[in-house]
């Protein structure tokens, strides 16, 4: 089992940066994947960028440019850099966690965190 605590969220007006904050605890050795998702409110959960355990990144092409995902030394705490922020932003905020262990694959999810932005 992965326990996710995310941090970072709030109220920004449009232009403005937020950073998000994802610690992962219990069984971190299987991460093969850290990221983010998001969902507005009507609308489907959708990926907004991707980092796995080798470094490699995904972005959707609505944040490409302006948020950075990354993640620490350990691989256990990842990152969302949000710089020019646009009020279609506005959604919560989920970290999910991928992980390889025993060949079986698991995901796991955040609790969420709100983002919005004001315009």
């Known amino acids: 089992q992965v326990q996710l605590v995310e941090s970072g969220g709030g109220l920004v007006q449009a232009g403005g940066s937020l950073r998000l904050s994802c610690a992962a605890s219990?069984?971190?050795?299987?991460?093969?994947?850290m990221g983010w998702y998001r969902q507005a409110p009507g609308k489907q959960r959708e990926l907004v960028a991707t980092?796995?355990?080798?470094?490699?990144?995904n972005y959707a092409d609505s944040v490409k440019g302006r948020f950075t995902i990354s993640s620490d030394s350990a691989k256990i705490t990842v990152y969302l850099q949000m710089n020019s922020l646009k009020p279609e932003d506005t959604a919560v905020y989920y970290c999910?966690?991928?992980?390889?262990?025993?060949?079986?694959?698991?995901?796991?999810w955040g609790q969420g965190t709100q983002v919005t932005v004001s315009s």
């Open positions: 219990g069984s971190v050795f299987g991460i093969t994947a």
């Open positions: 980092i796995t355990s080798a470094g490699s990144t």
């Open positions: 999910n966690v991928e992980s390889l262990t025993d060949q079986i694959a698991d995901d796991y």
